[in-house]
């Protein structure tokens, strides 16, 4: 007869796709060493996510209501994919209105341990403090990208922390303010995300967790060892569930010899402006090799269709796919056609999966915590090549774009 799991491990993770799917990863990890994990996720989006549970006996994923209130947002939005991109950070109202019902769920599940991100009042004396559990924060983000949004000072966004050098991550004169204006994102109630980072949840936490290995970023994940700190380690390469696979990918990725195609995935939560996804797609044409694009629809666009430039399907027909549809991410990124992988860099997903295949990757950070990854790819540990920005906005011109390539 099996034993009982000897720990029991609670997950509250910030309202967005590419958050839960590393906290499901991690759980999976987890799960393999017999411990129980229950994950609270927003109703209507726990569907999404159990093809990606491979051990429901042991990983519960819990349904949760939103609480809907006058907050700003649509009324039926749960996830950042559901709501514009200017008030994404008004979700962390919300969440701050079921701290009761998770209060309640922590009484009756009674677990060892609370992981959490955002949701910074998890760790209070009040909470999980009287009732004996441990709150650990873990972060989705990389190293380099945490470590500079809690040591840069106010106004200008210039580094103060000695393992953040300025001169290597700043190329662009707008980058320290872009970079500075993301950490004053509000999140709920008048804190900025940086103070809550700060002064709420890994002041209170008992220990930080970071996601990625101390071989890639090592003198960042040191800045961090000042308090408890757990690194996950290897890069985590999540089982692609066979029901996913796609006979027609394998077709189209066939018709190509072998280290021909370019790949191009900017995952499920970015919506690029018109100007940006009309760019990138024309420096993928003037490239002149087959290419899979994998966006959402440009904003202010329901489609990919509707946005593509004057007469780029045509032009590119038999050559190059743009979809706006879920793509079979990590067997593209196998396939022996696929030369070259253009990325945002975001870390919990897609640039981690990049990083153990063969395929070269072209970088495209548009945010303030891509831009750190893109860094540390391109400039420290050289496998990777970045294409340069020309304003804050992160335009790029086709023919950067195709020169690169």
């Known amino acids: 007869m099996a034993s009982s799991p000897s720990l029991h491990i609670a997950i509250l993770q910030w309202f967005a796709k590419e958050h839960i799917s590393p906290f499901l990863q991690l759980s999976n990890s987890l799960a393999e060493r017999g411990l129980k994990i229950s994950i609270f996720i927003p109703k209507h989006t726990h569907a999404y996510f159990q093809h ?7 990983i519960s994923l819990i349904p949760i209501c939103v609480p809907q209130n006058d907050h700003g947002i649509p009324h039926v939005a749960e996830v950042t994919p559901e709501v514009p991109s200017s008030t994404v950070s008004l979700l962390m109202t919300p969440m701050l209105l079921y701290e009761k019902d998770i209060e309640i769920h922590l009484l009756e599940l009674k677990p060892n341990i609370v992981l959490l991100d955002h949701a910074y009042w998890v760790p209070k004396p009040r909470l999980t403090q009287c009732l004996g559990i441990k709150s650990l924060v873990y972060y989705v983000i990389s190293s380099s990208s945490l470590t500079y949004e809690l040591s840069y000072s106010y106004p200008l966004g210039i580094s103060k922390g000695y393992y953040c050098n300025t001169t290597e991550h700043h190329r662009l004169l707008h980058e320290p303010k872009l970079l500075a204006e993301s950490g004053k994102v509000g999140h709920g109630k008048g804190i900025v995300r940086t103070e809550r980072c700060t002064k709420s949840t890994l002041t209170q936490s008992y220990a930080t967790g970071l996601k990625g290995c101390a071989v890639i970023e090592e003198a960042y994940v040191d800045y961090h060892r000042r308090r408890h ?3 996950e380690g290897h890069v985590n390469v999540p089982k692609e569930a066979t029901c996913l696979f796609d006979e027609s990918w394998a077709k189209w990725l066939g018709n190509f010899e072998a280290g021909r195609v370019v790949y191009c995935s900017f ?11 009309q760019e990138l797609l024309l420096g993928l044409e003037l490239s002149g090799m087959p290419f899979v694009a994998a966006l959402r629809p440009p904003k202010g666009f329901e489609c990919v269709e509707s946005a593509l430039p004057k007469g780029f399907k045509e032009r590119v027909e038999g050559r190059g796919v743009v979809s706006g549809g879920y793509v079979p991410h990590r067997f593209i990124l196998e396939h022996s056609s696929v030369k070259c992988f ?12 990049a990083l153990v295949n063969k395929c ?3 970088l495209l950070p548009n945010h303030g915590e891509m831009v750190f990854n893109a860094r540390v790819i391109g400039n420290t540990l050289k496998v990777g ?7 804050i ?10 020169a690169r390539l």
Do not use: D, I, W
């Open 52 to 58: 990606l549970n491979h051990h429901p006996h042991l």
């Open 229 to 231: 700190v757990l690194v």
């Open 267 to 277: 995952g499920s939560e970015c919506r690029l402006e018109a100007c940006q996804f």
């Open 342 to 353: 253009v990325t945002l860099c975001g870390y919990s997903g897609s640039l981690s999966q």
């Open 360 to 362: 070269e990757l072209l």
């Open 385 to 391: 090549v970045e294409v340069e920005k020309l304003t």
């Open 393 to 402: 906005k992160m335009v790029s011109l086709p023919k950067k774009v195709c």
